[in-house]
């Protein structure tokens, strides 16, 4: 039996509307009209009007299913009997046809999890965005937890992203995938992972000078980041507005010996640092003795003359001086 292919949504079609408050006068005026009209059937034994006005009184609730409000940055996805009716989109209190039902997946889900959601500064439960028939069209703020991730050196670390975010099209949202918040939320992992292994942690001293890393190029790092995420989402219709990293450090268990690493080479480039400049502070003494003629120095005196300079200018303690009052021979 051939199995049939699976339907993806591309387009996002506005839904017919109308004005909710002249649709909601309209019904409220004929549900009166009828209780009065069944009155006065009854008291002038009208049979036909009679029926007529039972009929309407008991369907004329129907239209109110159609009355619909919305608040800024929210919409309704409808579908009626099972297909795709339109969105509704922007505040209003709106009349539409009343056997329209909005949808959304992902209001039956629980939150998400290892994830935060913001609005604003003010950090909200996934159920709050959505767990209703509503979507939200407001930028929202997705916090994973923090991952553990091997680089491009096999060295575990430790890294967080945070992810700026919003629905752009909301049929995508729905018919595409079953819960648009989780969904971001494992592609965002997803990519994260895809991305850390490329490259380093930092720069290694044998390494080439151009090389990026994760702590030296994070900008580049993030805004690769934004592409993969967005290419991974675009099915979903959402939009990634900006990607950053959070979090970036070595894991407990190298970290340690990494900080050694670390405060090894700078006690080396400091040390490198110190040297050069003492040869050239000794270099610059023995060139001006000479060239004064302060004093007469032959190889061996060099020698020795330079190796105490040298002493006292790379020593890291305080020189103790020495009174010579005899002859070096």
Request: charged share 20%; glycine share 6%.
């Amino acid at each position: 039996m051939d199995q049939k292919e699976r339907i993806l949504i591309t387009e996002e079609v506005q839904a017919p509307e109308r004005s909710g408050m002249v649709a909601l006068i309209l019904t409220t005026a004929l549900y009166l009209g009828s209780i009065g009209l069944l009155v006065v059937s009854i008291m002038e034994l009208w049979v036909l009007w009679i029926i007529v006005s039972s009929i309407y009184i008991l369907l004329g609730w129907i239209p109110y299913c159609g009355l619909k409000i919305l608040r800024p940055n929210e919409a309704f996805v409808l579908t009626l009997f099972g297909k795709h009716y339109g969105t509704l989109r922007g505040p209003g209190f709106f009349f539409v046809n009343p056997f329209t039902s909005a949808i959304n997946p992902a209001g039956n889900k629980e939150d998400i999890s290892g994830a935060e959601i913001v609005v604003g500064e003010t950090k909200v439960s996934a159920k709050d965005i959505f767990g209703n028939k509503r979507i939200s069209l407001k930028t929202l703020t997705l916090n994973n937890e923090k991952q553990k991730i091997n680089d491009k050196l096999g060295n575990p670390i430790e890294i967080g992203i945070v992810v700026i975010w919003r629905v752009v099209n909301t049929a995508r949202a729905v018919f595409n995938v079953d819960n648009y918040g989780e969904f971001l939320s494992i592609q965002c992992d997803s990519a994260l992972r895809n991305t850390v292994r490329l490259y380093p942690y930092d720069v290694s001293d044998d390494g080439n000078a151009g090389e990026k890393s994760l702590r030296g190029s994070s900008l580049e790092i993030a805004e690769r980041l934004r592409e993969e995420i967005q290419e991974k989402v675009e099915v979903a219709g959402l939009e990634i507005m900006e990607a950053k990293i959070t979090t970036l450090a070595y894991a407990p268990e190298i970290a340690a010996a990494m900080l050694q690493r670390q405060q090894a080479s700078a006690v080396i480039d400091a040390k490198q640092l110190i040297v050069e400049a003492a040869v050239g502070m000794v270099e610059s003494a023995l060139h001006q003795l000479s060239e004064r003629e302060v004093v007469h120095l032959d190889e061996e005196r060099k020698a020795a003359m330079v190796s105490n300079l040298l002493v006292v200018l790379c020593g890291s303690r305080d020189a103790q001086p020495v009174v010579n009052s005899g002859s070096l021979y």
